[in-house]
């Protein structure tokens, strides 16, 4: 199949960028999205042109690389599904394609469609972990945990961390992420010490990043590849008023 | 101040408001028992705790407490607005909303139509300035004058803002209860349609006194 693509090129971070048009003629439906970049790319570098950068690892889905909009939206138009996973079968033959990196000013563009999302990694560094013994590892069955909140966990943990949701967001926040980790610790036993501790440093670390605010537009859950449900948002609210609430008595 | 805190502000401030909007929707439907009806109405509000508090008191502290929740609500949307557009520099070049509903996207400039809304509203009704008629306490008569027939335009601009509300509060009703935390997976169908039914009868509830008017029926 042939395919307009409308690529986001900028050469490093203080280029200004702008958007070319690229042809690909020898496209097969059976391809993924990355897989069309890199016949793009091959073309691209025999031509003597520098390939499109993009971030990609495992191609299977679960790793969060895959970073860019397409056509309008984050991983593309399938539903729960990555730009890896994106086949060339849910366009038609002569489609024109826009590719641009995930917009976010936390989110700054490296090179083309590559961004740097290091803002992410502060954030779970501030308080996306659990405080647990090392070397000596509880049994698994130690702690019994009830199944609708092993569940709830469950659904949050599938958070691979890409950040459509903020690349979806009209305001740029990172909420459905950092809901997605606030409920994922918040409903596990093992979460529970540093509950408090966790939703105020990470909210903190949010904000202190350039994240917008959250207007509760549903833009995010749309646009997960890993359907993370909108209400895990009000989780994070809900704990970061008890959190701030609990602060107050012992002081 | 933390984007989350600034949610609260807005949500306990839009619910002060709203509380408001419900309790004037319902004072107004006095007029459909007559014209004596609403202008007691009126009276009342002022002579109301007399003489615990002095004539008019209670309408002053609804005034003030209604100005404080106005200012912090435009205080917060205005800063987490800013926060918006600063966390997005570089705007895509083509995204298309595809999940936000149109009272989601209008939060912002819809806020700023229902507030030159209310300062039309308040010079017309309250002031008298801009009324036809515009006698303090005659108030069957100002509204009376307001829609009637052959002012027209005023009807329609207020029936606009009042949809323009209606659309606010569908969203904002829905969203300030998702940031107190009342969502979860059970309770947000359920949250959105109570919102929605919501926003609808508050809208009939208001729009019910220009039709009455403008059709004669009271």
Known sequence: ?251 | MPSVVLKYVMAASGAAMLLYLVLHMLGNLKIFFGAGALDAYSAWLRTLLEPAVPYSGVLWVIRVVLTVALVAHVWSAIVLARRARAARPVRYTHRPPVQGSYAARTMRWGGVIIALFVVYHLLDLTTGTLNPIGVHGEVYDNVAADFAPSHWYATIFYVLAVVTVGIHVRHGLWSGLQTFGRSNARTQRALKTFALVFAALLVAGFLAVPFAVTFGLV
């Open chain 1, 1 to 251: 199949m042939r395919l307009h693509l409308k690529v986001w090129r900028q050469h490093d971070a203080d280029d200004r960028g702008a958007m070319r048009s690229y042809d690909v003629d020898d496209a097969s439906p059976d391809m993924s999205f990355l897989e069309l970049l890199d016949v793009l790319n091959e073309k691209l570098t025999t031509e003597g042109e520098e390939p499109v950068a993009f971030d990609h690892d495992c191609r299977e889905g679960i790793c969060g690389a895959c970073s860019m909009v397409i056509d309008g939206q984050p991983h593309g138009p399938e539903k729960a599904t990555t730009t890896c996973q994106l086949h060339l079968r849910h366009f038609r033959d002569g489609d024109t394609i826009t590719v641009e990196p995930f917009r976010a000013g936390s989110f700054p563009v490296v090179k083309d469609l590559v961004v740097d999302r290091s803002a992410f990694d502060r954030i779970i560094a501030a308080g996306g972990y659990v405080s647990a013994p090392t070397g000596s590892a509880p049994d698994a069955h130690a702690v019994p945990v009830p199944k609708d909140q092993a569940d709830r966990a469950f659904t949050a943990a599938a958070c691979i961390g890409c950040g459509a949701c903020v690349a979806a967001c009209p305001n740029g926040s990172a909420s459905l992420f950092l809901g997605a980790k606030i409920t994922h610790l918040g409903e596990l036993p093992q979460g529970q010490p540093e509950r408090d501790s966790r939703v105020l440093a990470m909210v903190a670390e949010h904000d202190a990043a350039g994240f917008g605010g959250c207007t509760n537009t549903g833009e995010c859950a749309d646009a997960c590849p890993k359907e993370i449900p909108l209400d895990v948002i009000s989780q994070l609210n809900r704990d970061y008023l008890a959190a701030r609430r609990s602060r107050r008595r012992s002081a």
